[in-house]
């Protein structure tokens, strides 16, 4: 298999890669920081009835598509050498798992809301650092605050959301945190051509900049959300608990029903620690998660986990990451065609997810998980045979597209809002922390080897393999994860008891 050839250099550190372009090629100046960076999370109350659905944050995980682009410019401005330039790039994913792993604490120690307040808080602040650092030292600064609110938001918007809504619509609100991420990807794509006429000396650091907008406004809307009543019930403030309960349900009798089976829950599994006016926690429930969890629990950890694992496995982030070298190795010559394919990926992704929101109460979770993983390893094995044979670069691109609705109405709209519903409310903020630390360090994983890889085996062979990962996660899902659709969050354990 010949090896992949990569115009000038295109590394991989941690999923942010440094891409020189080929000569004559300019670079594009970089997106906002808002786009590039995650943002964090938001919900916003509406009101009782239905109407009540928690506005998701927009974190787009975008440093796949566009902090690349930002290297550049920063390293002619600032004079950062290509060693700092990778340490800088995969600080992201080293940062990011120490907060991540630290979010369930924080959320169960401070609550929900204000975990999120201080998430905002962070990315504002690393927002505006990043656009005024100065040297190495400073961009790492920027680079860890950022990646903690960062860490900090991907673990407790999911959490919130699932506590937060009702058992009949649950999966599509949980779902409007992926809808809110992929509108930031797709954006992100878009923005390459919007500020390509910016000087690249400041180019970059009125993208950071407009950075610290966003979490300003959604730090703001925070405080007038309630906060979490299964949280609020761990802590034994079950007034506040209902007043939430209330806002949220259709009737008071609704509301005072799921404040019956929350007391009971919290009343079966309470940590001492967690108790009302306490202020610890989290060293319990780690033992209960990591060294003598029930039979029921080790059977949710390892559907969380498994899941986690698999949705980043299926190698999405490598297309995502590199769409336009494989576009450019399935005979595509012109790299402006190849970046304009890549906001295909971006658009599709996002209309795809939507229908697998609409889709997720009507049809249950494990419908989509399994048509999904069944149509990404059918579409992955496709794209490999397109890139294997001369096939023309539109049938490429058709692959392509079709490996990413795949992953979209399934993987893409399911798998956080189900990782989060599945948890007992005792573990769920720290037990979510594991799932995405194992989504993380996968997704890092695929991102730093595809390159690598494609060299050893081709790029086929990287389709192949990924394609084949993605047909053990179909007998995963089939064999593990049971349906959740219309359940409380309060019944699921006894899913997993069997």
């Not at 690349?68 to 990011?96: H, W």
């Not at 860890?144 to 991907?154: I, M």
């Not at 058992?167 to 809808?179: A, C, H, W, Y």
């Not at 698999?310 to 595509?332: E, H, N, R, T, W």
Request: hydrophobic share 50%; charged share 15%; glycine share 10%.
């Amino acid at each position: 298999m010949p090896a992949v050839l990569i115009p000038n250099e295109l590394r991989s550190p941690m999923m942010d890669s440094t891409i020189k372009f080929l000569p004559n090629e300019k670079p594009r100046s970089p997106s906002p920081s808002w786009l590039s960076t995650p943002p964090p999370p938001a919900a916003l109350m509406v009101a009782r009835r239905r109407r009540s659905s928690p506005r998701r944050r927009r974190r787009a995980g975008t440093d796949l598509t566009l902090m690349s682009g930002a290297q550049l410019f920063m390293r002619e401005d600032v004079g950062l050498t290509d060693a700092q330039i990778e340490v800088l790039a995969g600080s992201m994913n080293v940062f990011m798992l120490a907060s991540i792993l630290a979010g369930g604490w924080f959320a169960d120690r401070l609550g929900r809301r204000s975990t999120l307040v201080l998430a905002n808080a962070f990315l504002m602040a690393g927002a505006l650092a990043m656009s005024l650092g100065g040297s190495f030292a400073a961009l790492m600064a920027a680079r860890f605050v950022t990646s903690v609110g960062a860490g900090f938001a991907r673990v407790v918007a999911p959490v919130y959301n699932a506590e937060i809504s009702p058992p009949s619509t649950r999966g599509v609100l949980s779902s409007l945190l992926d809808i809110f991420i992929n509108l930031g990807i797709l954006l992100s794509y878009v923005s390459n051509y919007a500020f390509a006429g910016l000087p690249v000396n400041l180019g970059w650091r009125v993208m950071y900049g407009v950075g610290v907008v966003p979490p300003v406004f959604i730090a703001a809307g925070v405080f007038f959300m309630p906060e979490s009543p299964r949280w609020l019930a761990m802590r034994g403030r079950h007034a506040d608990a209902r007043a939430v309960l209330v806002r949220v349900s259709d009737t008071p009798a609704e509301a005072d029903l799921r404040l019956s089976e929350i007391k009971q829950a919290v009343a079966r599994h309470q940590h001492p620690e967690l108790a009302a006016g306490s202020h610890g926690g989290g060293g319990a429930v780690w033992k209960e998660l990591v060294f003598r969890p029930p039979a029921s629990v080790r059977r949710i950890l390892t559907c969380v986990v498994g899941l986690q694992f698999f949705v980043q496995a299926s190698g999405i982030d490598a297309i995502l990451l590199y769409s336009p070298l494989v576009f450019k190795s399935a005979g595509m010559s012109s790299t402006a065609a190849a970046l304009g394919a890549s906001v295909g990926i971006g658009a599709v992704k996002t209309g795809f997810i939507l229908v697998g929101m609409l889709l997720t109460d009507r049809l249950g979770r494990r419908p989509l998980l399994l048509a999904s993983t069944a149509g990404v390893a059918l579409t992955t094995a496709a794209l490999a045979a397109t890139l294997l044979g001369s096939s023309a670069p539109s049938a490429c691109v058709a692959a392509v597209l079709a490996v990413v609705a795949a992953y979209s109405v399934g993987y893409g709209s399911v798998v956080n809002a189900y990782s989060a519903e599945i948890l007992p409310l005792r573990l769920r903020a720290q037990g979510a922390s594991v799932g995405v630390a194992v989504n993380r360090l996968t997704c890092g994983l695929v991102g730093m080897t595809f390159i690598s890889l494609a060299d050893g085996i081709g790029m086929p062979g990287c389709f192949f393999l990924y394609a084949g990962v993605t047909a053990a996660a179909f007998v995963f899902v089939y064999a593990r994860l049971p349906e959740t659709k219309g359940r409380s969050l309060e019944n699921m354990e006894v899913l997993f008891d069997k």
